[in-house]
């Protein structure tokens, strides 16, 4: 077959739910997973808004969906449409680089034994305190699960405290701007050392590994040895995913 696949075909072969939004948080496209996923077809979908689709267990996540510069990405939190569970899905919703107007959202269901459960917490005044939750169990992306964090936050907040969320995200930008100008030719040996380090009689992070295994990790002095030889590992990661976030941006620029 000449020439490349058509937008259609591809969309019709992803195995999860993808959801195009526009600015008025209507659903403007959906592949045929997501229309499975529903148990409905797109032209019963298209034109609705999101929140009359798409519903979480967490009404701050249904906040999100209506947030239009929020980028969110979370692991494991159930999803319902029209009151009818569907399940425990993986979940990302961000602006679509090439025209932040529209949005982007993905759902791929978790796999399920037995029948669905659900406990829920929703007391809206551990808002602060829970912010791990929002973002559900596994955030991809720590920073821009920081950064979506202090925009669901600022919707809480009166007009004097908005500027603390503002220092948030600038100080996110702050990070991901760090992270670009420290050479992999520094970073990279240096991770390696200080995973490595001491080389005798065995190295730090291996000795407090072992202790976190057998639940012997409890002195602070033992737990900060393990944050600090770890530290330039996680820097070097944070550095990586910044440079996959730009260069996938680019493409799409």
């Known amino acids: 077959m000449d020439g490349n696949p058509s937008g259609e075909l591809i969309l019709a072969g992803i195995s999860h739910a993808l959801i195009v939004l526009d600015s008025q948080h209507l659903v403007a496209r959906i592949?045929?997973?997501g229309e499975a996923l529903f148990g409905t077809s797109a032209k019963h979908l298209l034109g609705r808004k999101i929140t009359d689709v798409l519903q979480f267990a967490d009404l701050r996540l249904n906040e999100a969906l209506v947030e239009q510069d929020i980028s969110l990405t979370a692991r494991g939190v159930m999803i319902s449409s029209d009151e009818r569970k569907l399940g425990f899905a993986d979940f990302d919703i961000h602006p679509l680089a090439s025209g932040p107007e529209w949005r982007l959202i993905s759902l791929s269901l978790m796999a399920q034994d037995g029948p669905i459960l659900e406990s829920e917490n929703s007391d809206p005044s551990n808002l602060a305190i829970r912010a791990p939750d929002i973002l559900s169990h596994e955030i991809k992306n720590p920073l821009a699960a920081i950064r979506g964090a202090a925009q669901l936050l600022e919707r809480q907040l009166d007009d004097s405290q908005k500027t603390l969320t503002q220092m948030i995200t600038a100080e996110v930008e702050r990070v991901v701007n760090l992270l670009k100008k420290i050479p992999y030719a520094v970073l990279i040996?240096?991770?390696?050392?200080?995973?490595?380090?001491?080389?005798?009689?065995m190295p730090h992070v291996l000795e407090k590994l072992i202790m976190l295994k057998e639940g012997t990790l409890s002195r602070p002095i033992d737990i900060f040895d393990l944050i600090y030889h770890l530290a330039p590992l996680v820097i070097l990661i944070g550095k990586v995913r910044v440079h996959k976030r730009d260069k996938g941006e680019g493409r799409n620029g």
Do not use: G
């Not at 040996?189 to 009689?201: D, E, W």
């Open 31 to 33: 592949n045929p997973a």
């Open 189 to 201: 040996p240096l991770t390696v050392f200080m995973l490595l380090a001491p080389f005798k009689p």
